[in-house]
């Protein structure tokens, strides 16, 4: 029988993110007879205690100081620590940039496998991804064990249950081979973070706001602007065509904010938003591509032949996305 280890990392304030609690339904949907939850962090009792009536028939945890910030040598060591004391034969673990980066090492280590962008998991033990640009769904199983199995955000419902108390077992982790050390801390301020994979919505940008306007110029400061503050008044995620973001190798004016990290479709992300508003996209495939896991997508374009209209949007505004964000942006003003 399987034997199945949660793997979490707790997160500053000592609770468990959403994506760890989409971890553990993933990991309770296998239904097996034993899970076990292995935590990391500087303090896991709280986050133990959050989660406590999830059933597990046991807890382990990894704590100190120094499993506070991600770290290869430090969350592998711990990783490695949890997997053995468990020993688990299947590792369920959120997709996220902290487990990513160490968790195919870990496999290595144990002489496993590992796979991620894992998107789904039934009773029958086989998981399943989307391939080739999220063009087409796989379902696969393995047999060498242990197998490590990253599961995407988004892609299961978060669990939810009471609060309970949870006897947490010490796990000791050698840290002989940590040779880096935390000098300082640098993060943009919260009003200049334009990725924001919870957010409800995503707005996504195209090319069309850099491009001329009714009156013969561009507008690429106002255009700017527009985007910024509509960002910080709705807490949105920013996505962009791929076609924005290559302005600025040919040497033309582009959004000072926008990187190839906010690009969206068959070349960038597929995030997944409860709801999508695009602005002067021309909504063809690739960036539909991009679309294809949100649940209500809108646009603003002047173009009512574009790719928008043909059965690409649910929504689709026939009017100028300079003044449309204009307003709502002064719509959202006067409702503060």
Not at 35 to 46: D, I, K, S, W
Not at 117 to 130: D, E, F, K, M
Not at 216 to 235: C, E, M, N, S, Y
Request: aromatic share 6%; proline share 4%.
């Amino acid at each position: 029988m399987e034997k199945i280890l949660l793997l979490a990392h707790v997160e500053a304030d000592g609770s468990l993110a959403k994506p760890a609690l989409e971890a553990l339904a993933a990991a309770k949907s296998l239904q097996a007879e034993t899970l076990v939850v292995g935590l990391v962090g500087t303090q896991v009792e709280a986050a133990a205690h959050q989660i406590g009536s999830c059933g597990a028939s046991r807890w382990l945890g990894a704590e100190g100081a120094e499993f506070a910030l991600s770290r290869y040598a430090t969350d592998a060591a711990a990783a490695e620590a949890l997997a053995r004391v468990s020993g688990a034969t299947l590792v369920i673990a959120a997709g996220t940039s902290r487990w990513s980066r160490c968790l195919a090492g870990v496999a290595q280590r144990l002489n496993g496998r590992v796979d991620t962008h894992v998107t789904g998991l039934n009773a029958a033990l086989s998981a399943s991804r989307w391939f080739y640009r999220q063009r087409m769904e796989g379902q696969f199983t393995r047999a060498q064990r242990p197998w490590f199995i990253l599961v995407d955000p988004g892609c299961f419902q978060p669990w939810s249950g009471p609060a309970a108390d949870a006897a947490v077992e010490a796990i000791s982790v050698s840290l002989a081979s940590q040779r880096t050390s935390l000098v300082e801390f640098r993060a943009p301020r919260a009003d200049e973070q334009t990725i924001r994979p919870d957010a409800e919505l995503l707005f996504v940008a195209g090319a069309g706001w850099t491009k001329k306007q009714a009156d013969g110029q561009t507008h690429v400061p106002q255009a700017a602007a527009l985007i910024l503050d509509f960002l910080r008044k709705t807490q949105s995620s920013l996505g962009s065509s791929k076609s924005l973001v290559d302005l600025s190798g040919e040497g033309q004016a582009v959004l000072p904010f926008l990187t190839h990290l906010n690009q969206v479709g068959q070349t960038g992300s597929t995030p997944r938003h409860p709801k999508g508003l695009a602005a002067c996209c021309h909504g063809e495939e690739p960036h539909v591509v991009g679309w294809r896991f949100i649940n209500e997508r809108r646009a603003v374009n002047l173009d009512p032949n574009c790719g928008w209209a043909h059965g690409k949007a649910d929504v689709l505004y026939v009017a100028d996305a300079f003044e449309v964000i204009a307003k709502v942006n002064e719509l959202l003003l006067a409702a503060e």
